[in-house]
C-alpha cells in the first residue's frame, strides 16, 4: 500500500503570514503530485499540481517537489482567512493499469483574522 | 461545462439496511472514481473505472460493497448490508484519463445508525 504522510495540524497563522504545508510519500518512483483544498463540508477541489523538482508557483501558492527525498510542500503566501480549509495532499502511483491516486489525511489550516 | 452530479446529497439508514449512490461523471471523461472520506481522514479510493471496465477495486469491501458503471457514463455504488463504520462522505470523482486532473462530485454523506 503505498503510503502519503502529512502531519495532521490544526496549523495556525495570522492573516498575512506564509502558511507552511508539508508532505512525504513512500513510493520512490512516483511521478505526479497534487495538492487539493477541501472546505468544511465541501468537497476536494485541486488547486496545483507539480511533475518535476523544483518550484512552481500560482499566484499566492507555490508547490515544492524534491524527489530525492520524497517529499512535497505547499507554501500560501499572504494568508487570508479564506484559505483556512483542510489541504489534502495526493500523489499518483507509477505501477498498475489504475495509476491509483493516493491522498494523504490531510492538514488543516486556520488563518487567523 | 456542468461538474460531476451525484445523488442523494445525504442519506441516513439503519444498520443492515441497503443503500445506492449514483454518480454521472464530466461529459467525455472515461475514468471514474469512488472515494470513501471518513470524518477526519483523507479519500480513500474504492473502485475506479476505465470506460465500463473496472481497474482497480482492490480497496473495495466486496463482501457488502459494490458498483457498476454500465456504458460507460454514469455508476452506481451499493452497500447492502450497512455497517455503523461505513459512515461516511460517498466522493464520486472523474477525468479525462488515468493520468488527469480529478474532479469531485459534491458526495453524498451517508450516516448508520
Request: net charge neutral.
Amino acid at each position: 500500500q503505498k503510503e502519503v504522510e502529512q502531519n495532521s495540524g490544526p496549523l495556525s497563522v495570522p492573516e498575512g503570514a506564509i502558511a507552511s504545508l508539508n508532505c512525504t510519500y513512500s513510493d520512490r518512483g512516483s511521478q505526479s503530485f497534487f495538492w487539493y483544498r477541501q472546505y468544511s463540508g465541501k468537497s476536494p477541489e485541486l488547486i496545483m499540481s507539480i511533475y518535476s523538482n523544483g518550484d512552481k508557483e500560482d499566484g499566492r501558492f507555490t508547490a515544492q517537489l524534491n524527489k530525492a527525498s520524497q517529499y512535497v510542500s505547499l507554501l500560501i503566501r499572504d494568508s487570508q482567512p479564506s484559505d483556512s480549509a483542510t489541504y489534502l495532499c495526493a500523489v499518483r502511483a507509477t505501477s498498475g493499469s489504475a495509476r491509483q491516486l493516493t491522498f494523504g489525511s490531510g492538514t488543516q489550516l486556520t488563518v487567523l483574522p | 461545462e456542468a461538474g460531476v452530479a451525484q445523488s442523494p446529497r445525504y442519506k441516513i439508514i439503519e444498520k443492515r439496511q441497503s443503500v445506492a449512490f449514483w454518480c454521472n461523471p464530466i461529459s467525455g471523461h472515461a475514468t471514474l472514481y469512488w472515494y470513501q472520506q471518513i470524518l477526519g481522514q483523507g479519500p480513500k479510493l474504492l473502485i475506479q473505472f476505465q470506460n465500463n471496465g473496472v481497474v482497480d477495486d482492490s480497496q473495495l469491501p466486496k463482501d457488502r460493497f459494490s458498483a457498476e458503471r454500465l456504458k460507460g457514463v454514469d455508476s452506481t455504488l451499493k452497500i447492502q448490508p450497512a455497517k455503523l463504520e461505513d459512515s461516511a462522505v460517498y466522493l464520486c470523482a472523474s477525468s479525462f484519463d488515468r493520468t488527469g486532473e480529478l474532479f469531485f462530485g459534491e458526495g453524498s454523506r451517508l450516516t448508520v445508525l
